[in-house]
């Protein structure tokens, strides 16, 4: 069945440094969507991309979706303590899995401040 | 935004009872909802999609006679753990979609953490 993998499982960084997490997934996508989870807390959508080599940012986030449709990225730019949590992408095979989501491991972010 | 509502956010129970969890679209109707299973900084596991009017749909590995799943409205799916046992234990998840935005985001309820004595 589809796998989604996403690296890396955890990430430390210091307030004001970058971070990116990598999602790819094991077949071509239909769309990939972002989601947020802060600790206890539950998802939080945050974006859906498309279209290939789709681009989109939010504020300091940037969301990228390959060429062939089976890998993605979310960026963000000098983090804040704000941003601590676990990021998910979550893809869509579409077919006969039309909207079921398949959730990569997460990666959890800390920011030191 | 749209609103998903869950119940309880906690229960404790003990072992080879039954417990039913609650998933709630408060401003929208969901023809699909999805019930997730997530351990301790893991990631959500599908357990099975909930569909309003008919069967549910499990995952592979998923016990469909140990979570009973109910979607008898567009605004309401239950899931049953019957006999749970203290493996069980966990957080679990439901999320749903807006009937008119078939591939849209996903609303998540707020999670019920179970715990088996």
């Known amino acids: 069945g589809q796998q989604v993998m996403q690296i890396p499982q955890y990430q430390h960084v210091q307030e004001g440094e970058d971070f990116t997490t990598y999602c790819n997934s094991s077949t071509t996508l239909s769309n990939i969507q972002w989601y947020k989870q802060r600790p206890g807390g539950h998802p939080v959508f945050l974006i859906q991309?498309?279209?290939?080599?789709e681009v989109k940012k939010q504020k300091r986030l940037t969301f990228q979706f390959g060429e062939a449709k089976k890998n993605s990225s979310l960026h963000i730019t000098a983090t804040q303590t704000t941003d601590v949590g676990t990021y998910f992408c979550a893809g869509d095979a579409g077919g006969t899995s039309y909207g079921k989501l398949t959730f990569g491991q997460g990666t959890i972010l800390t920011v030191h401040p | 935004g749209a609103v998903v509502s869950q119940h309880p956010s906690r229960v404790i129970c003990k072992s080879g009872t039954s417990v039913k969890i609650e998933c709630r679209s408060l401003?929208?109707?969901?023809?699909?909802m999805f019930w997730y299973r997530q351990f301790p900084k893991k990631s959500l596991m599908l357990m099975a999609t909930s569909n309003e009017g008919s069967k549910a749909t499990y995952e592979q590995g998923v016990e469909k006679d140990k979570f009973l799943i109910n979607h008898a409205s567009l605004t309401l799916s239950t899931l049953t753990v019957t006999s749970a046992h203290p493996e069980d234990s966990s957080f679990y998840i439901c999320s749903a979609r807006e009937r008119l935005d078939p591939n849209g985001e996903l609303f998540f309820g707020e999670g019920s953490r179970l715990t088996v004595l």
């Open positions: 401003d929208f109707q969901a023809t699909t």
């Open positions: 991309l498309v279209k290939s080599g």
